[in-house]
């Protein structure tokens, strides 16, 4: 797996846009060098890159997510449930299917209701 060098990716990101160094550095409140510095970084501080997101309207955060989705592929560990944890489970899927024969119930008499009498003499 490739190692995100977040400084690359934002002078990548700087050099497709409009602004300039200096002024990434006015609107985050760094030097010119400061900037520069920055290009340089494997890592940066997040309270940082989210000011560097905002100012050049570009999510960073993204870079790593992609890494990260690639390490959750990674085929999932199933543990055993607890004695306690099928048993609560259980009850509930017996309430759900009695709730559901109650409701078929209804639904039943809903299309077959009882022919209603009609009274003599009136």
Known sequence: MSKVHIGKKIKEVL????????????RINLTRAGVYKIF?????ATDQLQKISTVLKYDFFACYQTKLNLASEQ??????????????????????AKNV???QQD?????????????KGK
């Not at 050099?15 to 006015?26: F, H, K, Q, Y």
């Not at 340089?40 to 940066?44: G, H």
């Not at 085929?75 to 759900?96: C, H, I, R, S, W």
């Not at 639904?107 to 009274?119: F, I, M």
């Open 101 to 103: 024969a109650k409701m």
């Open 107 to 119: 639904l039943s008499k809903l299309a077959n209701p009882k022919p209603v009498k009609k009274k």
């Open 75 to 96: 085929a999932p560990q199933y543990g055993f449930a607890a004695k306690e944890d099928v048993e609560v489970l259980t009850k509930m899927v017996n309430e759900l």
């Open 15 to 26: 050099d497709g846009s409009p602004m300039t160094a200096v002024e990434l550095a006015r």
């Open 40 to 44: 340089e970084k494997e890592s940066i």
